[in-house]
């Protein structure tokens, strides 16, 4: 059973950059997924931020691309995400998740329990 | 960027209904659309990937047709546990976009 978890602070200043951890258990890291992140602002819908393949190959939202960093540890079976410069605006549950392509089609599959990040002084 | 838009966002409705949800897409975007599940508090879930295949261990209550722009998602018999709110997703292109949600409410 594939399950993921989400860790990191639940508190960052404005300004300041939120870091989260995701530790896969019952799959490799260096699997044929790819790995992603997806928040939710509260009360509000879903946002894909984006994702990782093991050799270090990324994909980001261009709405976030010059903030957002995610990096894959295989020693660990962990990805993480490094979000800079945050505002309110990105406060949300933040879920990492992993995509599954079946005959070349991406789903995200598998999804962490999801961990709220506020971002206040 | 390709947009999603889902209809109604709000729907009422009673157990034992059909109920259909509907998304459409800005552009054409083949059958790389799936379907996801959100109850409160909860992760997403996966109900239906390539616009109709059926994720393992999802009622077959649930299906999904479509192509191209214009796709829906049928619950044939509404359970007390399918008042959820309910969300489409493309894969055609990046950055992989989601539709607003429609919010399934018991009448």
């Known amino acids: 059973q594939v399950q993921l978890q989400e860790s990191g602070p639940g508190l960052v200043k404005p300004s300041g950059t939120l870091s989260l951890t995701c530790v896969v258990s019952?799959?490799?890291?260096?699997?044929?997924?790819?790995w992603s992140w997806v928040r939710q602002p509260p009360g509000k819908g879903l946002e894909w931020i984006g994702e990782?393949?093991?050799?270090?190959?990324?994909n980001y939202n261009p709405s976030l691309k010059s903030r957002v960093t995610i990096l894959v540890d295989k020693s660990k079976n962990q990805f993480s995400l490094k979000l800079s410069s945050v505002t309110a605006a990105d406060t949300a549950v933040y879920y990492c998740?992993?995509?599954?392509?079946?005959?070349?089609?991406?789903?995200?599959?598998?999804w962490g329990q999801g961990t709220l990040v506020t971002v206040s002084s | 960027d390709i947009q999603m838009t889902q209809s109604p966002s709000s729907l009422s409705a009673s157990v034992g209904d059909r109920v259909t949800i509907t998304c459409r897409a800005s552009?054409?975007?083949?059958?790389?659309l799936n379907w996801y599940q959100q109850k409160p508090g909860k992760a997403p879930n996966l109900l239906i990937y390539?616009?109709?295949s059926l994720q393992s261990g999802v009622p077959s209550r649930f299906s999904g047709s479509g192509s191209g722009t214009d796709f829906t998602l049928t619950i044939s018999s509404l359970q007390p546990e399918d008042f959820a709110t309910y969300y489409c997703?493309?894969?055609?292109?990046?950055?992989?976009?989601f539709g607003q949600g429609t919010k399934l409410e018991i009448k």
């Open positions: 998740a992993s995509l599954y392509y079946y005959d070349g089609l991406p789903f995200f599959h598998h």
């Open positions: 019952g799959d490799s890291i260096s699997s044929i997924n790819w």
């Open positions: 990782i393949f093991h050799i270090g190959t990324t």
């Open positions: 552009q054409s975007i083949s059958n790389y």
């Open positions: 390539a616009a109709s």
């Open positions: 997703q493309q894969s055609y292109s990046s950055p992989r976009t």
